[in-house]
């Protein structure tokens, strides 16, 4: 078995330019994964009157909020998402620890 290199030389430093470029990749992942995770839920909730009245009963406080979908045609949708999803975060966890789905959890930033 022979190694054969794809490049002439091999990058021996990281340079400070490609570091904060990885961050930034990693953070567009990081909120990408968090859309997705918010978008799934509230499709999951929603979906079901047996899961969205579950999700009511987490709730001790009126008025029982659900998460909201966001929508391609409304420019605000995606903000108006988030900021439910952050409002209703303790019971996203909640939800998540209690009915067994650990890839809707939402890490606490």
């Keep these: 078995m022979k190694a054969s290199?794809?490049?002439?030389?091999?990058?021996?430093?990281?340079?400070?330019?490609?570091v904060r470029i990885l961050r930034a990749q990693q953070q567009k992942r990081e909120i990408?994964?968090?859309?997705?995770?918010?978008?799934?839920f509230a499709i999951?909730?929603?979906a079901s009157p047996q899961r969205?009245?579950?999700?009511?009963?987490l709730q001790p406080d009126e008025p029982k909020?659900?998460?909201i979908q966001?929508?391609?045609?409304?420019?605000?949708?995606?903000?108006?998402?988030l900021?439910?999803?952050k409002r209703l975060q303790a019971i996203f966890d909640t939800s998540c620890s209690q009915y067994v789905q650990p890839h809707f959890a939402l890490h606490p930033e």
């Excluded at 290199?5 to 490609?18: G, R, T």
């Excluded at 990408?32 to 799934?40: E, F, G, H, M, Q």
């Design 44 to 46: 999951y909730i929603n």
């Design 83 to 85: 900021r439910r999803a």
């Design 70 to 81: 966001d929508a391609r045609t409304r420019w605000n949708s995606t903000y108006l998402m």
């Design 52 to 57: 969205r009245d579950a999700f009511y009963n």
């Design 65 to 67: 909020l659900v998460p």
């Design 5 to 18: 290199p794809k490049n002439d030389n091999a990058e021996l430093e990281w340079k400070e330019d490609h």
């Design 32 to 40: 990408a994964d968090t859309l997705n995770k918010v978008r799934s």
